[in-house]
T-cell receptor, first 115, second 106 residues
Framework: GAGVSQSPRYKVAKRGQDVALRCDPI?????LFWYQQALGQGPEFLTY????????KSGLPSDRFFAERPEGSVSTLKIQRTQQEDSAVYLC?????????????FGPGTRLLVL | KQEVTQIPAALSVPEGENLVLNCSFT??????LQWFRQDPGKGLTSLLL?????REQTSGRLNASLDKSSGRSTLYIAASQPGDSATYLC?????FGKGTKLTVNP
C-alpha cells in the first residue's frame, strides 16, 4: 500500500471491555513497531516485530496487552479488560529492513478512549 | 536506559525567522537519530534521519546536526512558514522526546 494504515481510527470502550487495534504496514516492510502516545507526550515504545517474530515486548505495560503478527504482515494489538489509563493514541510504524537503523513510517494512529 | 529531552517545549516565532530546536540524549551509543513532525490528530512524519557516523543531514529548509559525544542534536529550520507549525519530535533507540510545539505566526 501507499502507507501505513490503522483501524479503527477512533475507539470508545467501556472499562473492562476488550479491544483490538489493527495495523497494515507498508507492503514488504520487515519491521513493525507499536507505540502508545498519551496526550502531550512523545510516543512510548510497546513492542517490535521482525516479520512474524515478536523480538521485543519490553514496553507492554501489563499482561493485558498482547500483540501478534502471525503472517508477518498485518498486526493486531489487543488490550484486555481495558482501564481508563489505557486511553491514548496507539501508533503503528513499519520500516523496510531490520533493527533500529531504518527510517520508520508511521500510521495515523488509533485514538482509544476508555470510559 | 535512554532518556531524550527536547527544549523548548513550545516556541512561537514570526514568519520568516530562522529557528533551532534542541534534542539531548543520555546514551551516546546510538545507531541513528531521527526527527519527526506531528500535526494535531495525525501520525508522525519522518523529516530527517542522521546515522551515527554522520554529523548532519539536510532536506530543503531543514538541517539536522548530531554530536554523539555531547549527546545533542539540533534541528535548524530556515525562513520559517506558517505551514511549519506542528510538534517536532526527536527519537533514538526507540525512545522519543516529548516534542517541541512550534507556532509560526503569519
Amino acid at each position: 500500500g501507499a502507507g501505513v494504515s490503522q483501524s479503527p481510527r477512533y475507539k470508545v470502550a467501556k472499562r473492562g471491555q476488550d479491544v483490538a487495534l489493527r495495523c497494515d504496514p507498508i507492503s514488504g516492510h520487515v519491521s513493525l513497531f507499536w507505540y502508545q502516545q498519551a496526550l502531550g507526550q512523545g510516543p512510548e515504545f510497546l513492542t517490535y516485530f521482525q516479520n512474524e517474530a515478536q523480538l521485543d515486548k519490553s514496553g507492554l505495560p501489563s499482561d493485558r496487552f498482547f500483540a501478534e503478527r502471525p503472517e508477518g504482515s498485518v498486526s493486531t494489538l489487543k488490550i484486555q479488560r481495558t482501564q481508563q489509563e489505557d486511553s491514548a493514541v496507539y501508533l503503528c510504524a513499519s520500516s523496510l529492513l531490520t533493527g533500529q537503523e531504518e527510517t520508520q513510517y508511521f500510521g495515523p494512529g488509533t485514538r482509544l478512549l476508555v470510559l | 536506559k535512554q532518556e531524550v529531552t527536547q527544549i523548548p517545549a513550545a516556541l512561537s516565532v514570526p514568519e520568516g525567522e530562522n529557528l533551532v530546536l534542541n534534542c539531548s540524549f543520555t546514551d551516546s551509543a546510538i545507531y541513528n537519530l531521527q526527527w519527526f513532525r506531528q500535526d494535531p490528530g495525525k501520525g508522525l512524519t519522518s523529516l530527517l534521519l542522521i546515522q551515527s557516523s554522520q554529523r548532519e543531514q539536510t532536506s530543503g529548509r531543514l538541517n539536522a546536526s548530531l554530536d554523539k559525544s555531547s549527546g545533542r542534536s539540533t534541528l535548524y529550520i530556515a525562513a520559517s512558514q506558517p505551514g511549519d507549525s506542528a510538534t517536532y519530535l526527536c527519537a533514538c533507540k526507540l525512545v522519543f522526546g516529548k516534542g517541541t510545539k512550534l507556532t509560526v505566526n503569519p
